[in-house]
């Protein structure tokens, strides 16, 4: 949340997009550096309610799985904010135009910009870590955050998050940045319902 805080503040709004889909739709570097505006089907676009589907042209395991597959936000401050973004970029525009190494840099200066450590998150932690979020919210259903994560195995989401919970970032976080991300972060709900695109 601090992450697209900052973002929103250097109005790189396009990078808080891939932040949130990242996240919230728990998807791979490759999957959501590679989205264009036509991969997300709007409310607007559909009548199952107040939800963004994500579709993924390319997903990792399309040749064990489903060829085809999407993602679903539907946490409505997420949501709100992304209609508003994504009315931004035209058709067939990608989200992130840059290279996966400018992606990086731009993540570490985020990182960096709220004290913390480069390296101790990387664009790759976004899935595991909502993936554990999802699991504390959920109350640990596994079932669901399987489909969710679209995770062949109940096995493998169990090492995610098993993973993640044993090697949490957040204690070994110097103080300052503990107490910068807890100043950012609580005021996400409101720049994300506020915001308006230039």
Not at 4 to 28: E, H, K, P, Q, T
Not at 33 to 61: N, V
Not at 171 to 185: D, G, K, M, Q, T
Request: hydrophobic share 45%; net charge positive; glycine share 4%.
């Amino acid at each position: 949340k601090a992450m697209v805080l900052v973002a929103i503040s250097w109005n790189w709004w396009r990078a808080s997009i891939l932040l949130l889909a990242a996240f919230y739709g728990l998807l791979r570097p490759i999957e959501y550096i590679l989205l264009s505006r036509d991969a997300f089907l709007l409310p607007s676009d559909h009548d199952a309610g107040w939800i963004i589907w994500i579709r993924l042209a390319s997903p990792k395991t399309r040749f064990r799985g489903a060829r085809h597959q999407h993602v679903r936000l539907d946490e409505p401050v997420i949501v709100n904010y992304l209609v508003k973004c994504l009315a931004r970029c035209n058709s067939g525009e990608r989200i992130w135009p840059g290279s996966p190494s400018a992606w990086r840099r731009r993540f570490d200066a985020l990182l960096q910009s709220l004290c913390i450590p480069v390296r101790s998150l990387l664009p790759s932690s976004l899935r595991p870590g909502g993936a554990t979020w999802f699991f504390a919210v959920w109350n640990e259903d596994v079932q669901r955050l399987q489909w969710r994560g679209r995770w062949q195995s109940t096995r493998i989401l169990e090492h995610y998050v098993q993973e993640l919970q044993a090697a949490t970032v957040w204690p070994s976080l110097p103080p300052l940045a503990r107490a910068r991300i807890l100043a950012v972060e609580s005021f996400f709900t409101t720049v994300l319902h506020d915001y308006s695109p230039l």
